[in-house]
């Protein structure tokens, strides 16, 4: 079965400096894939070269059986990627709906979420639909900034850090979100550092360390490599 996903031997730089390093990593598809490792390991910068935001790359990035590692960052969205990265980018002068509403529908991908089933997922932002950006808290800007890529027809979601900063009943509704996605079908890779949050989640763990993959495993394992991840991560 093709991957959604494939990556080998991937090298990316910002300007002079190398920073990850014969990555190799395979998604596939209804997969929920978690990229552990601590600040500065090269968790985000994976995320961002898979989307062609970093400076050169090298190797192999195959989304859905198509090599993307020549093409531009809106060939590569195209492809079918949606990215969230941590900082969200919510549009503050912008209604709820407005930001909901502002990406199209990506050419050549099945239809995206319909809005109706959006804020039936996320009730909270149906409450919110009328305000501004800037008057959402940190949960639903979060919230917004997933449910903005469903609605392009993308279904390989790459999240950054989504749970960061939130409140515990928060991040308990951002869970729900993963498996309600998982469940749909989605393919989903997360970076996280919140271990909790992510270790009942996820089919895999990839652990990142100085931009290499130095841990892989299954969720079904997870128990066995606890002393090498508190070695790693400090969990």
Same mark, same amino acid.
């Given at each position: 079965?093709?991957?959604? /996903?494939? #990556?080998?031997?991937?090298?990316?730089?910002?300007?002079?400096? $190398?920073?990850?390093?014969?990555?190799?990593?395979?998604?596939?598809?209804?997969?929920?894939?978690?990229?552990?490792?601590?600040?500065?390991?090269?968790?985000?910068?994976?995320?961002?070269?898979? %989307?062609?935001?970093?400076?050169?790359?090298?190797?192999?990035?195959?989304?859905?059986?198509? =090599?993307?590692?020549?093409?531009?960052?809106?060939? #590569?969205? $195209? /492809?079918? #990627?949606?990215?969230?990265?941590?900082?969200?980018?919510?549009?503050?002068?912008?209604?709820?709906?407005?930001?909901?509403?502002?990406?199209?529908?990506?050419?050549?991908?099945?239809?995206? @979420?319909?809005?109706?089933? #959006?804020?039936? @997922?996320?009730?909270?932002?149906?409450?919110?639909?009328?305000?501004?950006?800037?008057?959402?808290?940190?949960?639903?800007?979060? %919230?917004?900034?997933?449910?903005?890529?469903?609605?392009?027809?993308?279904?390989?979601?790459?999240?950054?850090?989504?749970?960061?900063?939130?409140?515990?009943?928060?991040?308990?509704?951002?869970?729900? %979100?993963?498996?309600?996605?998982?469940?749909?079908?989605?393919?989903?890779?997360?970076?996280?550092?919140?271990?909790?949050?992510?270790?009942?989640?996820?089919?895999?763990?990839?652990?990142? =360390? $100085?931009?290499?993959?130095?841990?892989?495993?299954?969720?079904? =394992? /997870?128990?066995?490599? %606890?002393?090498? /991840?508190?070695?790693?991560?400090?969990?």
């Amino acid at each position: 079965m093709t991957a959604a /996903l494939e #990556i080998s031997n991937l090298q990316a730089w910002y300007g002079e400096s $190398h920073i990850l390093h014969n990555v190799n990593l395979r998604v596939d598809k209804g997969e929920v894939v978690t990229l552990l490792g601590r600040n500065g390991a090269g968790r985000t910068t994976t995320l961002r070269a898979i %989307m062609g935001l970093t400076g050169a790359r090298s190797g192999s990035i195959k989304v859905n059986g198509v =090599e993307s590692i020549g093409l531009p960052t809106h060939r #590569i969205a $195209h /492809l079918g #990627i949606g990215y969230c990265p941590e900082e969200r980018g919510i549009f503050s002068s912008l209604s709820t709906e407005e930001n909901l509403m502002l990406p199209p529908q990506l050419a050549g991908l099945d239809a995206g @979420m319909p809005v109706a089933e #959006i804020y039936e @997922m996320f009730p909270n932002l149906l409450e919110r639909k009328n305000s501004q950006g800037t008057r959402l808290s940190g949960g639903e800007q979060q %919230m917004l900034a997933v449910a903005r890529i469903l609605r392009t027809g993308a279904r390989l979601l790459l999240l950054d850090e989504i749970s960061e900063g939130l409140a515990p009943v928060i991040v308990q509704g951002l869970a729900r %979100m993963i498996t309600t996605l998982k469940a749909k079908g989605y393919t989903i890779v997360m970076v996280e550092q919140n271990f909790r949050f992510a270790a009942p989640l996820a089919d895999r763990f990839y652990v990142v =360390e $100085h931009g290499q993959i130095v841990e892989t495993f299954a969720s079904s =394992e /997870l128990s066995a490599k %606890m002393p090498v /991840l508190t070695e790693l991560l400090g969990v």
